[in-house]
Each structure stands twice: as structure tokens, then as C-alpha cells.
């Protein structure tokens, strides 16, 4: 069974940097395309981030591009995403999942052609979340 449980939320100011942490048991992170999520009140549920099995190519969603940054260590079966020069507009709770078919990539082909999706609803087992909250 996964278990997925991350950590590394709180309050920050404005400009200011988390990292948070998946880790992961009873699943091997390596071979499982991870991602991350975030839903903040009333909005949609968004995906941020992605890490593919294997390569280890990583993939982000507009809002987050070039602030933000997925790792994964093999080692612990833990991923990190590092969030820097953060915003109000990044508050909301984050979540980590899982896709439950190995060797698979994180993302989805876009309907349109155009860049591929961080998808949720492709995604299987979820953590339970951490809040993150940007504000002075």
C-alpha cells in the first residue's frame, strides 16, 4: 500500500522560500512518476510539478516556472520541491501523488497540442497535504 506523507509547510513572507517533502512508503519513488499539487480556497486543484520515473525529467506548470524546483533522492524515496521568491498568490495546501503504473511519464498529452499536462486526475495515491501560507 503507498503512503505518501509530506511536510515543510508554514507560514512565510512575501519573497521568502520553503522546501517541502514527500516521503514515500511502500512504493519504490524512482520507478513512479511523482507530482505535486496545490488547492487553494475556491480554485481548482493545479499541478505545479512533476518528476518522471527513471530519467528524472521534471516538468512545470506556468505559474511556477523558474521559482520553483523538483528533486528527488533516491536514497531516502523522498521528492522535495523547493519553493523560492514566494507570493500571496502560492498560498494553499500542497499535495504529492503518485501514479500507480511504474514507468509511466508524469505528464499528459495536452488536447490542444500544446505543452503536456500535469494532470491530476491521472494521478492515484495522494499525502494528506501541508499548508502554505504567504503573507506579511
Known amino acids: 500500500q503507498v503512503q505518501l506523507v509530506e511536510s515543510g509547510g508554514g507560514l512565510v513572507q512575501p519573497g521568502g522560500s520553503l522546501r517541502l517533502s514527500c516521503v514515500a512508503s511502500?512504493?519504490?519513488?524512482?520507478?513512479?512518476?511523482i507530482g505535486w499539487f496545490r488547492q487553494a480556497p475556491g480554485k481548482e486543484r493545479e499541478g505545479i510539478s512533476c518528476i518522471d520515473s527513471g530519467s528524472g525529467s521534471t516538468y512545470y506548470g506556468d505559474s511556477v516556472e523558474g521559482r520553483f524546483t523538483l528533486s528527488r533522492d533516491n536514497a531516502k524515496n523522498t521528492v522535495y520541491l523547493q519553493m523560492n521568491s514566494l507570493n500571496p498568490e502560492d498560498t494553499a495546501v500542497y499535495y504529492c501523488?503518485?501514479?500507480?503504473?511504474?514507468?509511466?511519464?508524469?505528464?499528459?498529452?495536452?488536447?490542444?497540442?500544446?505543452?503536456?499536462?500535469?494532470?491530476?486526475?491521472?494521478?492515484?495515491?495522494w499525502g494528506q497535504g501541508t499548508q502554505v501560507t504567504v503573507s506579511s
Open positions: 511502500g512504493v519504490t519513488l524512482e520507478h513512479y512518476a
Open positions: 501523488a503518485t501514479r500507480d503504473t511504474p514507468f509511466i511519464s508524469c505528464v499528459s498529452p495536452s488536447p490542444s497540442g500544446g505543452r503536456p499536462l500535469i494532470n491530476w486526475p491521472a494521478y492515484d495515491s
